[in-house]
């Protein structure tokens, strides 16, 4: 008798956590249909700032939350004109936390139909990849946002703090950004512990593996700067030493070796700690070495001869244009160029020029800043980039849990992203914000922002996965 009520009980356990698996499995799949289905809407959408209209997608959303049952009240569409608006959805929690902030933008950059073997406003699914613009930057990720909270309210689910879904205009051009609109105009809607920003694909792989997923905790600053020389000019045919392109010219070429100092912060000093014990060799001992007080001179050296080792370490700046003269036959009256920085946290614009000053050495080149709206100022803003947020294990410790449930050998890894996303507006706002993107991509074949962006199909239902999981740990109650 004995025997056989256990073997009875094992098999009704047999059972249950077969129908448990089955239940998981279809309700995946689900989720993949109805993320798929929102994925391709969005693409099928032109926001671009040229012809397109965010506007439209953000009502496409909306119409789908008000259909779901939210209240009118917590799907709201406002901005500052008419084809740039921003849809704000507010899944309410039972308040046993504060709310958290998920950023995503609906804008997509230009894509001209005929530099793309396929429609870039039709979502096609060929080859194993999902092909459109906005693909990859990132529908993928709204679309997955969507879908979460429409499942989420299907099911009856009550988080245990409120989810508040910011889906915005001019991420990647256009004068009015969303993020930064809401927090200026409307804090209130968009005040958060934290926020999670899915806009960056965060998981390059490695010999066709899967092995670092970077979670951005910082940004460096975006600044632009002119340099610019004055002449009087004259006649091409009775030069003078003193030309305006050769000072520029001589005083880009000063700057060309000029280095910025190496320099770590506690987002890229725990991003070395993380990341040497994925590398091996020499290249895991000059990330420790670097780590020291006194960090090894010749271990920086070597490790940043790697590009990204440099960014990661430096302040960068570099000439982007160049323009002067104004007829064949004149001395030039003005040369100019102008110089991109990405600024690493806790420096000045305003620092940042005067060290271009110091590198070009000659007073005749003047060198201003360039405002976001492309007015030129004589002086740069004073206030420092942001301080890097600190790393919630709230944040890292459900991310890093899952996605090794999905890639066994993946580390989650803090990063500092080289600028700009819409977390700067965000952070600004008093809003600690992280962002990566669950998605596995070739960085050989990375195709944001270029023809024929592409997402593997696999990717998309991973990363579905992974933000449907990860959504529902950092809500548990």
């Known amino acids: 008798m004995m025997v056989s009520f256990w073997r009875s009980v094992a098999t009704v356990s047999v059972v249950l956590a077969t129908t448990a698996v089955h239940a998981d499995a279809a309700s995946q799949e689900a989720s ?39 209240p009118a009240a917590d799907v709201q569409l406002l901005g500052p004109r008419e084809n740039k608006k921003n849809l704000v959805v507010r899944l309410r929690g039972s308040g046993a936390h504060k709310p958290v902030l998920l950023l995503g933008h609906l804008d997509v950059v230009e894509a001209p139909r005929e530099d793309w073997a396929t429609d870039p406003f039709r979502l096609v699914e060929k080859d194993g990849y999902f092909y459109g613009r906005g693909t990859i930057d990132m529908k993928n ?18 988080p245990s703090r409120d989810l508040i879904l910011a889906l915005t205009a001019d991420e990647e051009a256009g004068t009015a950004n969303g993020v930064q609109w809401l927090f200026r105009n409307h804090p ?56 305006a392109i050769y000072t520029l010219t001589t005083g880009l070429n000063r ?36 780590l020291e007080e006194s960090p090894d001179p010749q271990a920086i ?13 430096h302040t960068t700046c570099i000439p ?11 001395l030039p009256q003005r040369a100019e160029a102008v110089i991109n920085c990405r ?90 914000t992280y962002t990566f993107g669950a998605v596995t991509y070739n960085p050989d074949d990375a195709r944001a922002h270029g023809r024929d962006e592409r997402l593997a199909v696999d990717a998309f239902y991973k990363e579905n996965e992974l933000v449907n999981r990860y959504l529902r740990a950092i809500t548990a109650h």
Not at 141 to 158: F, H, P, R, S, W
Not at 275 to 290: F, K, N
């Open 32 to 70: 993949n249909r109805l993320a798929r289905e929102i994925y391709a809407q969005l693409i099928e959408i032109n926001t671009t700032d040229s012809v397109g209209n965010v506007t439209t997608a953000a009502e496409a959303m909306a119409k789908r939350f008000r259909a779901a049952g939210f």
């Open 141 to 158: 990720g709204d679309a997955i946002m969507v879908a979460t909270l429409l499942q989420m309210k299907q099911e009856g689910y009550q």
């Open 188 to 243: 209130e809607l968009v005040a958060a512990e934290f926020a999670i920003n899915l806009d960056d694909w965060s998981i390059p792989m490695v010999n066709g593996k899967a092995l670092v997923l970077n979670l951005d905790a910082t940004e460096k600053l975006y600044a632009d700067y002119q340099l610019a020389v004055t002449n009087p000019g004259g006649h091409s045919s009775e030069p003078v030493a003193d030309n």
């Open 255 to 290: 700057f060309a070796a000029y280095e910025f100092p190496f320099e770590l912060n506690a987002v890229t000093r725990a991003y070395y700690q993380r990341r040497a014990t994925v590398e091996t060799g020499q290249r895991a001992a000059d990330m420790r070495a670097v």
């Open 301 to 313: 050296r070597r490790l940043t001869q790697n590009a990204q080792d440099r960014w990661i370490t």
């Open 320 to 330: 982007t244009r160049l323009a002067a003269g104004h007829a064949n036959n004149a």
């Open 343 to 432: 600024i690493l946290p806790g420096h000045s614009p305003e620092e940042v020029r005067q060290q271009l000053i110091t590198a070009l050495a000659n007073p005749q080149i003047q060198v201003r800043y360039i405002a976001a709206d492309g007015k030129v100022l004589p002086t740069a803003p004073a206030a420092g980039a942001l301080p890097p947020a600190r790393v919630l294990p709230e944040v890292l410790d459900p991310l890093q849990k899952i996605a090794q449930q999905i890639w066994p050998q993946i580390a989650v890894i803090p990063f500092m992203a080289i600028g700009a996303s819409d977390a700067v507006y965000a952070m600004a706002g008093g809003v600690p």
